[in-house]
C-alpha cells in the first residue's frame, strides 16, 4: 500500500493491487477515513502510523472496492440510499454477470467465482449510518453533498479550508453510469452544472482511481461529455453480458482535458 500526503493533514492511501485510493482527513480531535477499499489488514496498520485519534468511516459510495473493508471498522457512514438495508444492485448485478459467464462462456466456473468474490461486497457486524451534513473533525469542518449518479447513494466531501472535493467514482474520465440503471446523462450532467455553482471557490476534486486530483474546471468538460453521448457514436462492450443491456462506450474528445470514455446503457443515452 501506497501512502501519499495530498493536502494539509490529509493522506491517499492506494492499494497495489487494484489501486483503488482510500483518503485520511484528520483533524484536532477525529480522523475521517473515506472508504475502505478491499480492507487489507496492512491498511489498519497504516492507518494508526499515520494518526492515533479516533476514527470517523464514511463510503463516498457502497461498491466493493470502497467498502469491502468496513467490517474492520464498527460503524459506517453511507449516503441513504446505498445503506446495505437498501438491497445492494451492485452484488445483484455482480451475481447477473457472473451466472451470464458460467452458462454462456468456456471461462472456467472456479475463475468466476474467484472473480466475484471481488465484485461483491461483503457486509460483517458492522453498523451503518445514513451520512450526515457534515463531519466536524474539531477545527476541520467536512461537509458532504449528495451525487447521486454512479450509485444513487454517491456521495461528494468538502474540504473547503483546503478548496478540496473527494468524489469517490461520482466524475471520472471513465466514468460508470451502467451501474445506475435509473440514471440519465443528460439528467445527470445537469446535476454536476448545478454543483459546478454551488463548488465556486474549491479548485480540485481528488478521485477514487486516479493518482492525481482533476481541476474544478474539468467539470464543464465532463458535463459535455455526458451531454454529447448517443447510443449511434457509442460502442457496444461485448465483453460483459448479463446484463438487461449492453454496456457501450461513448468517447468524448475535450479540446483542453483530453478524452473522457462514458460506459452507459444505450437507454441512459438521452
Ligand atoms: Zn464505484
Known amino acids: 500500500m501506497r501512502t501519499?500526503?495530498?493536502?494539509?493533514?490529509?493522506?491517499?492511501?492506494?492499494?497495489?493491487?487494484?489501486?483503488?485510493?482510500?483518503f485520511l482527513l484528520i483533524g484536532g480531535e477525529r480522523a475521517l477515513l473515506l472508504d475502505t477499499g478491499y480492507g487489507e489488514e496492512s491498511m489498519t496498520r497504516r492507518l494508526r502510523r499515520l494518526t492515533g485519534l479516533p476514527l470517523v468511516v464514511a463510503n463516498t459510495h457502497l461498491h466493493p472496492d470502497h467498502s469491502d473493508g468496513n467490517k474492520l471498522f464498527d460503524e459506517v457512514f453511507v449516503?441513504?440510499?446505498?445503506?446495505p438495508c437498501r438491497g445492494m444492485p451492485s452484488n445483484e448485478m455482480a451475481r447477473s454477470v457472473a451466472a451470464h459467464f458460467k452458462t454462456n462462456t468456456k471461462v472456467p466456473r472456479r475463475i468466476v467465482d474467484k472473480v466475484l468474490n471481488y465484485g461483491l461486497i461483503d457486509t460483517g457486524t458492522e453498523k451503518y449510518s445514513p451520512m450526515p451534513d457534515v463531519?466536524?473533525?474539531g477545527g476541520r469542518t467536512i461537509e458532504t453533498l449528495p451525487c447521486p449518479g454512479h450509485t444513487p447513494g454517491s456521495t461528494l466531501f468538502l474540504d473547503s479550508a483546503a478548496r478540496c472535493v473527494f468524489a469517490g467514482d461520482a466524475i471520472n474520465p471513465g466514468f460508470w453510469?451502467?451501474?445506475?440503471?435509473?440514471?440519465?446523462l443528460s439528467g445527470y450532467a445537469e446535476l454536476w452544472l448545478d454543483l459546478a455553482a454551488r463548488l465556486d471557490g474549491y479548485e480540485r476534486i481528488w478521485i477514487s482511481h486516479h493518482?492525481?486530483?482533476?481541476?474544478?474546471e474539468w467539470i464543464g468538460a465532463f458535463a459535455a461529455a455526458?451531454?454529447?453521448?448517443?447510443?449511434?457514436?457509442?460502442?457496444?462492450?461485448?465483453?460483459v453480458g448479463g446484463l438487461p443491456e449492453t454496456v457501450h462506450i461513448f468517447k468524448y474528445d475535450d479540446e483542453k482535458f483530453g478524452v473522457i470514455r462514458i460506459f452507459a446503457y444505450p437507454s441512459q443515452m438521452r
Open 177 to 184: 453510469a451502467f451501474t445506475s440503471p435509473g440514471l440519465t
Open 211 to 216: 493518482r492525481h486530483p482533476l481541476p474544478i
Open 79 to 83: 449516503g441513504e440510499a446505498d445503506l
Open 226 to 239: 455526458l451531454k454529447a453521448a448517443v447510443p449511434e457514436r457509442s460502442k457496444p462492450l461485448d465483453i
Open 4 to 22: 501519499r500526503k495530498i493536502e494539509p493533514n490529509t493522506y491517499m492511501l492506494t492499494d497495489a493491487l487494484v489501486h483503488v485510493n482510500r
Open 135 to 137: 463531519f466536524e473533525l
